[in-house]
């Protein structure tokens, strides 16, 4: 475990619930998608997430608000815009309000190359 890890608080969730949704899953195998945002810490730096048999190392997991998020930021999630990433995140969570203060955790991650 790095120093970085030592710093953050307990995981929420396992590794294998990082990403899920199908067109999610595509987008990290085509490299699309090289981020994904939660409400809980689902990784540590350095941990291996395996999709379809091809292995992301985890590196870097940081908190953002909501509101700090960047149409840079929107893109490393596979959108073009930040307006058209919280369309998605409110169509897969009906009810939820999009808070600009909300934290939620960044997990950055690229391709194992073997």
Same mark, same amino acid.
């Given at each position: 475990m &790095? +120093?970085?890890n030592n710093a953050l608080p307990p995981k &929420?969730? +396992?590794i294998e619930r990082l990403v899920t949704m199908e067109d999610d899953v595509n987008k990290v195998l085509e490299g699309k998608k090289t981020a994904t945002r939660r409400n809980g810490r #689902?990784?540590?730096v350095? $941990?291996?997430?395996?999709l379809k048999g091809q292995k992301f190392v985890v590196d870097n997991v940081y908190s953002?608000?909501?509101g700090e998020l960047t149409d840079a930021d929107a893109h490393r999630e596979g959108f073009e815009t930040? $307006? +058209?990433y919280k369309q998605a995140i409110l169509s #897969?969570?009906?009810g939820m309000p999009w808070l600009p203060q909300m934290r939620v955790w960044v997990h950055e991650f690229s391709p194992v190359e073997e």
């Amino acid at each position: 475990m &790095t +120093e970085q890890n030592n710093a953050l608080p307990p995981k &929420t969730c +396992e590794i294998e619930r990082l990403v899920t949704m199908e067109d999610d899953v595509n987008k990290v195998l085509e490299g699309k998608k090289t981020a994904t945002r939660r409400n809980g810490r #689902y990784a540590d730096v350095g $941990e291996i997430m395996e999709l379809k048999g091809q292995k992301f190392v985890v590196d870097n997991v940081y908190s953002q608000s909501l509101g700090e998020l960047t149409d840079a930021d929107a893109h490393r999630e596979g959108f073009e815009t930040v $307006e +058209e990433y919280k369309q998605a995140i409110l169509s #897969y969570h009906p009810g939820m309000p999009w808070l600009p203060q909300m934290r939620v955790w960044v997990h950055e991650f690229s391709p194992v190359e073997e």
